[in-house]
Nanobody
């Protein structure tokens, strides 16, 4: 059974930093593209950052230069370093593991972790 467990969310003041972690078990982590999504109240879930199995990254325009996604294949974990946080970054953040190979799509989600940016 594939499991994704996020941690690291919390309350932080504007301008502060948080690091989210997502530990993956039950599958071969290194083969998966990983992503961080977020969903604010009343809004659709949106992609924040993604990293391929080969380490290429991409970011939403709203977080470029402030957030950094990385992965540690030895620890089966993906991270999201969030700096210079803004109130508009407040949302539930979800980890996603995605792999499409040989006509089979594997797509898994974590349970989410709340990030609140407020003074």
């Amino acid at each position: 059974q594939v499991q994704l467990v996020e941690s690291g969310g919390g309350l932080v003041q504007p301008g502060g930093s948080l690091r989210l972690s997502c530990a993956v078990s039950g599958t071969l982590f290194s083969l998966y593209a990983m992503g961080w999504y977020r969903q604010a109240p009343g809004k659709q879930r949106e992609l924040v950052a993604a990293i391929t199995s080969g380490g290429r990254t991409n970011y939403a325009d709203s977080v470029k230069g402030r957030f950094t996604i990385s992965r540690d294949n030895a620890k089966n974990t993906v991270y999201l370093q969030m700096d210079s946080l803004k109130p508009e970054d407040t949302a539930v953040y979800y980890c996603n593991a995605h792999r499409a190979a040989f006509g089979i799509l594997n797509d898994y989600w974590g349970q989410g972790t709340q990030v609140t940016v407020s003074s």
